[in-house]
């Protein structure tokens, strides 16, 4: 069964400041995909980041970008040019190829303070 | 598109009364997932569609819990009878099967 482990419950950063999360995931899976979803005080859930595993470089949207290590089995999330909206909870998620359901961490609380 | 709709976005209901929880997916989408957010157990997948056949619900706690998706563009998560433990985020999501989910807004359930 895989897994997936959100190291840091909570992380605070200074707006226009660079923040790093992380995020480990253990499978013997070789083809899978890799999420970091945000989830604001709203509690709605958004999608930020999508990688494949099959792909060598790393996603990029726009202040978000990835850091991922296939054979570290580590997917860390970089958010530069904090912003206020920024602040929420940050969950990591994991799909294997062969199916469709996503194995979600504990998720890190990220605040931006001005 | 509107994107994934759920109905209702808060719930407050005694114990032992049946609760209806509603999704419509986005258009187009074959998979329909239903999720559970509690603060103790993080999210946690309760059963999932794909072309309105349910795959897996393996994670739906208990008989209590059911769910249905008579056509592509609505599903309901019933719980009858409900209990406080029940009290929870409740999130429907659809996807395209491209592996990533759109969630909806959540519906928040409160079991007194």
């Known amino acids: 069964a895989q897994t997936v482990t959100q190291s840091q419950p909570e992380m605070s950063v200074q707006e226009a400041e660079t923040v790093t999360l992380s995020c480990t995931y253990d499978t013997s ?3 899978y995909y890799l999420f970091w979803y945000k989830q604001p005080p709203s509690r709605q859930m958004i999608l930020v980041i999508r990688q494949e595993a099959y792909k060598q470089q790393n996603a990029t949207e726009n202040r978000f970008s990835v850091n991922f290590q296939k054979a570290a089995k580590s997917f860390s999330l970089k958010i530069s040019d904090s912003q206020l909206g920024d602040t929420a909870m940050y969950f990591c998620a994991f799909s294997a190829a062969y199916g469709n359901k996503l194995v979600f961490g504990a998720g890190t609380i990220l605040r931006v303070k001005s | 598109d509107a994107g994934v709709i759920q109905s209702p976005r808060h719930e407050v209901t005694e114990m032992g009364q049946e609760v209806t929880l509603r999704c419509k997916p986005i258009s187009g989408h074959d998979y329909l997932f239903w999720y559970r957010q509690t603060m103790m157990r993080g999210l946690e997948l309760l059963i999932y569609f794909n072309n309105n056949v349910p795959i897996d619900d393996s994670g739906m706690p208990e008989d209590r819990f059911s769910a249905k998706m008579p056509n592509a563009s609505f599903s309901t998560l019933k719980i009858q009878p409900s209990e406080p ?7 429907c999501a659809s996807s395209p ?3 990533e989910q759109f969630f909806g807004p959540g519906t928040r359930l409160t079991v007194l």
């Open chain 1, 29 to 31: 899976e070789s083809n």
């Open chain 2, 85 to 91: 433990r029940d009290s929870a985020v409740y999130f």
């Open chain 2, 97 to 99: 099967g491209a592996h």
